[in-house]
């Protein structure tokens, strides 16, 4: 997997999810959504499916410190989830996670990537629009809070496989 040169700086190393993976990410998972967290559960079930699905883990100093998932059946891509722990924020990981995600949709001939994220974090939806995902539809009181989920999709075509920003 190609690496952003921002990324290597950063001490930061993308590769797949192993299912020895499967509690420290899920003890994050925890951390990062506490009223809507996967219970270990679902990782494991999702791992065990690779004919559809494709999962990262994103590293440094020994540690995981982002993790993405994406399940794919043709025609349709959607991204499971991707997340990063605060303090590894701005550094280029998430960005990195979504075009290798983004890449395997077009690898297993998706013809759009889909997702949903919280209507309350602009930070995610500005990563998206970066990448080209447009708003489609709200899917209203979605997450268990009550807060709107906001579905994006990004329509590949025929397009090749690119790099997308480093941000």
């Known amino acids: ?21 499967i509690g420290e990410v899920e003890t994050l998972e925890r951390r990062l959504f506490p009223s809507d967290a996967w ?12 004919e559809t699905r494709r999962y990262l883990v994103a590293e440094a100093g020994g ?8 399940m794919c059946i043709e025609p349709i891509a959607d991204v499971q989830t991707i997340a990063v ?4 924020e701005g550094k280029g990981i998430g960005s990195a996670m979504l075009t290798e995600l983004i890449d395997e949709a077009r690898r297993r ?43 994006m999709r990004l329509q590949l075509g025929d397009a090749p496989l690119q790099e997308g920003p480093t941000a």
């Open 85 to 88: 722990v605060p303090e590894f």
């Open 109 to 151: 001939r998706a013809a759009d990537v889909l997702l949903e994220v919280r209507a309350d974090n602009p930070r995610a939806q500005q990563l998206y629009l970066r990448f080209g995902f447009e708003q489609i539809h709200v899917r209203p009181r979605y997450y268990r809070d009550g807060t709107d989920a906001l579905i």
């Open 1 to 21: 997997m190609k690496l952003s040169a921002k990324l290597e700086i950063a001490g930061v190393s993308l590769r797949g999810m192993a299912e020895a993976d």
């Open 39 to 50: 219970p270990l559960q679902m990782f494991i079930d999702e791992l065990a499916q690779p």
């Open 63 to 70: 540690e995981i410190v982002g993790y993405a998932g994406l």
